[in-house]
């Protein structure tokens, strides 16, 4: 079966009343802002010391736009407004072919990335209140705080600055001390074991959008 590409596309139009999720991407002198959090972890490693690591961003409220939905979680990740800037250019990830390639963006502040999977269950929303439709959209920004110091909130346990460069260490389920030696940062208000390990999801947005940072280094060229 051959897939059309979308040659243009309008994040409004395409998430208005359908289900989405939407988060920042934060780089500060060169390294990257994840979380780190206890949920989510698959059992066989739940019981261990081990912390998922995840973007910042989440699913959306009622009536949310996708920049509304970016803005509230990261405040509420981050402890700190956030401003959202617009990317110099836009990818589109079909999840079910797999299928990633740059389109033009008519929305006034552009994501990086904007994925589309289709949904099991389309008539069935992920929680009362919230939209139902053929596809889940996940919409990832690039921001920056508004005030110089972040901290981890809502239930974020931790925030790691990651340099790009070592983000392939996570494929190994690396220890927080192997990062740290590497140049990572960690800021938590209280004390990480440094034997803890962490772990990527495999559906984990970031995978897609780290290798475009690393690969074109002109999207870290921002537009207001």
């Known amino acids: 079966m051959i897939f059309s590409h979308l040659e ?12 989405f999720c939407a988060g920042v991407i934060i780089i500060q002198d060169g390294y990257l802002v994840v979380t780190l959090n206890i949920d989510g972890l698959p059992p066989a490693i739940a019981r261990d010391c081990t912390w998922r690591v995840g973007g910042v961003g989440g699913g959306q409220e009622p009536n949310e736009t996708v920049w509304q939905c970016a803005q509230r979680e990261a405040r509420e990740e981050l402890s700190t407004e956030i401003e959202l800037l617009s990317s110099p250019s836009t990818y589109f990830h079909d999840i079910d072919t797999g299928d990633l390639y740059e389109v033009s963006c008519t929305d006034t502040i552009a994501p990086l990335l904007l994925e589309r999977q289709s949904n099991l269950f389309p008539y069935t929303p992920y929680r009362p209140g919230l939209p139902a439709g053929p596809y889940t959209y996940f919409c990832l920004l ?12 809502d239930d974020v346990v931790g925030l790691l600055l990651l340099p790009l460069s070592q983000w392939a260490m996570l494929q ?10 590497h140049g990572a940062r960690l800021i938590s208000p209280q004390p990480f074991p440094l034997h803890g390990r962490l772990w990527l999801p495999p559906n984990e947005s970031f995978g897609t959008v780290v290798p475009l940072l690393q690969q074109h280094s002109e999207l870290l060229v921002f537009r207001r």
């Open 8 to 19: 243009s596309l309008n994040v409004q139009h395409m998430t208005k009343n359908q289900p």
């Open 142 to 153: 690039f921001a920056q705080p508004v005030q110089p110091h972040i901290q981890p909130g």
């Open 172 to 181: 190994s389920r690396p220890s927080l001390e192997s990062l740290l030696e």
